[in-house]
């Protein structure tokens, strides 16, 4: 089977940072470089909601317009991983973070592994 277990959440005050990270491991899952990567976040009572995603290749990234300029997203394949660097941070970013390996979309129904999701708080 295959595994993502996403990190780096915790709490911090408004227009604080925080890095994500998702390592996917199984020794079956050769294809990593071959997935778009993902992350969604959920807020309680709401929706998972599309935060960003990076092409296989690391050429294409997008972004919810809510988090443009202040998240960015990259992959380094030759270690399996997806990063979510947050800068600028605000009480509206709280929420589970969870990372998603498959193919490029925005809705989570497109997405075919999910990691077990790091909880971000973001304090006014």
């Known amino acids: 089977q295959v595994q993502l277990v996403d990190s780096g959440g915790g709490m911090v005050q408004t227009g604080g940072s925080l890095r994500l990270s998702c390592v996917v491991t199984?020794?079956?899952?050769?294809?990593?470089?071959?997935?778009?990567m993902g992350w969604f976040r959920q807020a309680p009572g709401k929706e998972r909601e599309f935060v960003a995603v990076?092409?296989?290749?690391?050429?294409?990234?997008a972004y919810t317009d809510s988090v443009k300029g202040r998240f960015t997203i990259s992959r380094d394949n030759a270690k399996n991983t997806v990063f979510l660097q947050m800068n600028s941070l605000k009480p509206e970013d709280t929420a589970v973070y969870y990372c998603?390996?498959?193919?490029?979309?925005?809705?989570?129904?497109?997405?075919?592994?999910w990691g077990q999701g790091t909880q971000v708080t973001v304090s006014s």
């Open positions: 990076i092409s296989w290749t690391g050429g294409s990234t």
């Open positions: 998603a390996a498959g193919h490029w979309g925005t809705s989570p129904s497109e997405w075919d592994y």
């Open positions: 199984e020794r079956t899952f050769r294809t990593f470089s071959r997935y778009a």
